[in-house]
């Protein structure tokens, strides 16, 4: 394949789906057609780009073998514990009071991979039922929407069965309410997944509103971690078509950052110190100061049970800020929360620093975080757990480069640590380096193997070493 094809190929990739593609995956393209084109006997890639433009089913079949090489599928339930308690608190509850006469509600996840996003709605929309309405006897009618691009993550999706990973952030209380263990993994419960719909939608290519697919009317749109894949002006298409598919005063939830400075006419940014979401509004009211308080005026029903993380972590977000800002004014001399104290700071104030920020970045508040760290950095430079979590930043970001600078860097302080070198084979096998990734697997399962089943590797609350090697060995299981 010469540039120039290669620029055509790479262009109609964009075109198609809206994924701008990075340097890894650039380098990822020639290996991933190259099969296509001798699998279907074409004479050249110019023919095959041809193929790929046409509406036929040979053309659709190829693009799911190429999307799915392509696209990230990276998702866990209840991710981002400050958007769903923002969505458990104020969002959900006023949408549900709101619709108490239709008793229906519509929510959609747009780009929803192997579906842990919508059933994580579909979980907390019945316990907030329940809590709310007392809807016991399901009067209500719930349809959570997930639609994706990739066929092969909706298969996954349908299925409903889960290894513990895609667990990682859940209180097991909440995972064995609505997930039944079975030797296969943890399927969804039926009351969950009665809710729940699955269809492939690709978000540039498709119309929508419309009513042939169901993605119409919709009171709530979770589009998260998508766009930050996406070309600005596929972003601008698809935010148009969002706004006119919201009911309106819906909500659309990105993920965060993804869309600053990318308004669209109805939409109303409303922040949160846990996120910001976007409003449907009528054009009329657009000038209208008022709006900005419509969310934050609904009742806030408690549910601590559901998702950890609420008041405590909103007070130390205040001080934080206030602190934070405190510091911006002060002279280089250090000052401000995270090392306020004259003496030598402690590696266990480092880590209350990195606790602190880590925090910080569940609420999307990454430059704060990132801030945080470094500050941890400077304390004791010898502490991995700082690197660790500008990796984890970056990986939310999207910045897999930078994520394997750092995970690099704490490797080298915590040369034992088995959770990194797992992160690290992620971000390989994401990008197709299947040798390096194994590589990878291959290290963390030797060093896991001589941990006790039951030890938490990392920080409290992470999985355990047997919850790891089952993991391990589901990728295995995949990569077969
Ligand atoms: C990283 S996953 C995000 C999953 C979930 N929303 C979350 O935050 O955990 C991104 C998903 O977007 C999907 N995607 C990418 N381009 C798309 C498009 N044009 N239309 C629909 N889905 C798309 C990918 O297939 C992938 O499953």
Redesign the pocket.
Known sequence: MDDTQFDLFEHLVTSH???RLRARQRALLQTVLQPGLVTLGLASFDDYYRMLQSASSESRSEWNRI?HEL??????FF?DKGQFALLRDRILPEIISRNSETQTLRIW?????TG??AYSLAALIEELLVALTNDRGRQWDVLVLG????EH?LVQARRGIYGSWSFRMVEPSIRNRYFRESEQGWGVSDAVRSHVKFVL????ADDFPSVATGIENIDLI?????FI?FDPTAVSLVLQKFADTLKLSGYLMT?HVEILGNKVAPLKTLSFPESEVYQKVSTASQGDPQLDLVAFQTPRKENKQFIVGGDEEKEFLSNYHTEAVHDSHSSNTASGPLSRHETEPSGSESLEIVNHSRSLADKGHYELAVEGCHRAIKTSPFAPEPYELLAAIAIELGQFEEAKVWLKNALYLAPASAQIYLELGHIYRSEGEKQRADRMYRSALELLKDLAPETVVGAPGSPTAAEFMRHLSEISEEAA
């Open positions: 789906t809206g994924i999307l696209t990230n599928n990276e998702s866990y991710r996840s747009a780009g929803c991979s842990e996003e639609t994706d691009i990739d993550a939608s690709n978000l540039v979770l589009c998260r971690n998508v894949y993920g």
